[in-house]
């Protein structure tokens, strides 16, 4: 397992980013950003549905409706018709939404900014993962790390009005900011975290590992104690928002199982059931593209954290397999390969696998065309994650 030296254990090699980084990430993004929008038009136009004037809504599908729905009228107990089910929105958390309110003031149009949005956070994520994997490897092994990230077959809900990019930005953010030593910047990122997703608490573990792998007084300890114990601030607005509006903080894990259908469960559980029900076989489509994608995405995961017990440090192996237990951990688990985004350490570990081009070149063309496949169906309302 790598480790920083032990000779020098507060400052690992932090390599001085090129003015070029963040130029070339947000050109890398913004490109594939342009081909998405090109295959959801090529898809409207094919399927006879209005392709200008879908432009933008072309991004809006399945949970991006409720989300800009909270960014504009935020946490309510009731509303009027025809938006009745906006006390439901509970179980999504605050941060992605409230973004997307403040960019709105200025862009006036909420899939507009919730794009932005993304978009702004998706170099972010990259600019991280490159940042913490240059640590350790080279710069080569950082690029292919950020290539496999945004090839991966769902990663165009980076680009969509959904907070996979917002929470990935942050947890980078969050883990290499303790991984450098600046403690208050793994706090207010580990906040922004868990105030966006509920996965967010899988930074615990891996920010604890941080400072204890570190020696130091215990006045410093302490200090760095109380900066990562900050990134508790975002669930706890969470809970907090819970109960002013409706008066229990875990009001949300209610309407998550009543309306939603969806309660903690073993985490072996969504996999056994995946395997059965494809066994059964059936008609529905849906369900078969729901229980195929979770076995894959599974089958994807395990090996990959496995590998990445000897290959990464213990708080990145931390916080990849606490994530991957939380995901798993869901009665009705029908967006696997989506969550697997938030799985950083599958792309640090991936980096290192693909270093051969023979092997690199095929993973990217397969992820990024499957990518593309996915991004067509999404474009006209079909299920994908």
């Known amino acids: 397992m790598a480790r920083s030296s032990p000779a020098r254990p507060y400052h690992p090699r932090v390599p001085t980013p090129t003015p070029s980084l963040l130029g070339r990430l947000a050109l890398l993004c913004a490109g594939i950003r342009i081909g998405l929008e090109a295959i959801g038009l090529g898809s409207l136009a094919v399927h006879n549905q209005p392709v200008w004037t879908n432009a933008l809504e072309l991004w809006n599908r399945w949970d991006a409706p409720h ?3 909270l960014a504009e009228v935020g946490y309510v107990q009731s509303s009027p018709p025809p938006n009745t089910d906006d006390p439901f ?4 958390f605050p941060f992605f939404p409230l973004a997307v309110h403040i960019v709105a003031f200025a862009l006036r149009d909420l899939v507009l900014s919730a794009l932005v ?3 702004a ?9 490159f940042r913490l994997v240059a640590l350790d490897a080279d710069e080569e092994t950082a690029w292919r790390a950020v290539l496999l990230l945004f090839s991966f077959p769902t990663a165009y809900f980076l680009a969509a009005p959904f907070s996979e990019a917002l929470f990935l930005f942050a947890v980078l953010a969050s883990v290499y900011a303790a991984r450098t030593g600046a403690w208050a910047g793994a706090g207010v990122a580990g906040a922004l975290a868990t105030g966006t997703r509920v996965v967010g608490v899988a930074l615990a573990p891996a920010l604890l590992a941080e400072v204890f792998a570190r020696r130091a007084a215990i006045r410093d300890s302490v200090r760095r104690l109380a900066w990562v114990s900050f990134a508790a601030a975002g669930l706890l607005t969470y809970l907090t928002i819970n109960q002013i509006v409706y008066g229990n903080p875990l009001w949300f894990l209610e309407v998550q199982r009543t309306h939603w259908s969806n309660q903690a469960a073993p985490p072996w559980q969504p ?7 494809l066994v059964a076989g059936g008609n529905d489509s849906i369900f078969t593209f ?4 979770r076995l894959a995405g599974a089958l994807v995961a395990l090996p990959l954290l496995g590998l990445g017990i000897r290959r990464l440090r213990l708080p990145d192996t931390l916080y990849g397999w606490t994530a991957f237990i939380l995901i798993l951990s869901s009665s009705w688990l029908i967006s696997l390969p989506r969550y697997l985004l938030a799985l950083y350490p599958l792309f640090m ?20 065309t499957l990518q593309g496949w996915l991004m067509w169906r999404y474009a006209i309302g079909q299920w994908t994650f």
């Open 117 to 119: 949005v993304s978009f």
């Open 89 to 92: 929105f509970i179980v999504f």
């Open 67 to 69: 989300l800009l729905r």
């Open 271 to 277: 996999v056994r059931e995946a395997i059965v029900a």
């Open 349 to 368: 570990v991936g980096a290192r696998l693909s270093r051969p081009l023979p092997v690199l070149v095929p993973l990217v063309f397969a992820g990024a």
């Open 290 to 293: 729901i229980y195929s994608g």
């Open 121 to 129: 956070a998706s170099v972010g994520a990259g600019y991280f993962l």
